[in-house]
T-cell receptor
Framework: GQQLNQSPQSMFIQEGEDVSMNCTSSSIFNTWLWYKQEPGEGPVLLIALYKAGELTSNGRLTAQFGITRKDSFLNISASIPSDVGIYFCAGPRAGGTSYGKLTFGQGTILTVHP | NAGVTQTPKFQVLKTGQSMTLQCAQDMNHNSMYWYRQDPGMGLRLIYYSASEGTTDKGEVPNGYNVSRLNKREFSLRLESAAPSQTSVYFC?????????????FGPGTRLTVL
């Protein structure tokens, strides 16, 4: 089946540091979505990207839709303790009848030490 | 406006028992989805409903059935629970099945099958 590979799998950083994570696929995606999941909660949408090369920010978060349409990047600047959680990339496969079916990456677990 | 709600939040079953997980959304969305989340595997689609009156299998449908009761409600049924179905189950909805299909998630149901 469709695979999205996220890296790194986990990160342990100090408060104030910047964070970078990425998501890659062997297939082309039409849309890239970045979600954050906090313990005991469902994923919450952070950023949605719709065009190759697009760069979008949401506060301290910035995400980019890769030019090849096979990857995406998420950066968090000046991390704070409440950034802790699991970050997922997701997207619908380009072409065919995807009917909104999303493929999710395995997630990046972020831990921020005060 | 509660978004996506799920009941119950926690459930423990014995092998062979049946149960139905309930999901409702108040955003007038057309499409609804059921996922399961297991450690290190991200979210995997079980079933989805592109619109009221339609349901289709996702990536891991075996052992489950679904009912799109109306536009608001989408239930997931386990007819004969197995320990392999121990997982966290998330319901999600989106405004449309294709295009800019940002999905919104409920808080999850944590199911343990003994």
């Amino acid at each position: 089946g469709q695979q999205l590979n996220q890296s790194p799998q986990s990160m342990f950083i100090q408060e104030g540091e910047d964070v970078s994570m990425n998501c890659t696929s062997s297939s082309i995606f039409n849309t890239w979505l970045w979600y954050k999941q906090e313990p005991g909660e469902g994923p919450v949408l952070l950023i949605a990207l719709y065009k190759a090369g697009e760069l979008t920010s949401n506060g301290r978060l910035t995400a980019q839709f890769g030019i090849t349409r096979k990857d995406s990047f998420l950066n968090i600047s000046a991390s704070i303790p409440s950034d802790v959680g699991i970050y997922f990339c997701a997207g619908p496969r380009a072409g065919g009848t995807s009917y909104g079916k999303l493929t999710f990456g395995q997630g990046t677990i972020l831990t921020v030490h005060p | 406006n509660a978004g996506v709600t799920q009941t119950p939040k926690f459930q423990v079953l014995k092998t062979g028992q049946s149960m139905t997980l309930q999901c409702a959304q108040d955003m007038n969305h057309n499409s609804m989805y059921w996922y399961r989340q297991d450690p290190g595997m991200g979210l995997r689609l079980i079933y989805y409903s592109a619109s009221e009156g339609t349901t289709d299998k996702g990536e891991v449908p075996n052992g489950y059935n679904v009912s799109r009761l109306n536009k608001r409600e989408f239930s997931l049924r386990l007819e004969s629970a197995a320990p392999s179905q121990t997982s966290v189950y998330f319901c999600a909805s989106s405004a449309q099945p294709e295009g800019y299909n940002e999905q919104f998630f409920g808080p999850g149901t944590r199911l343990t099958v003994l």
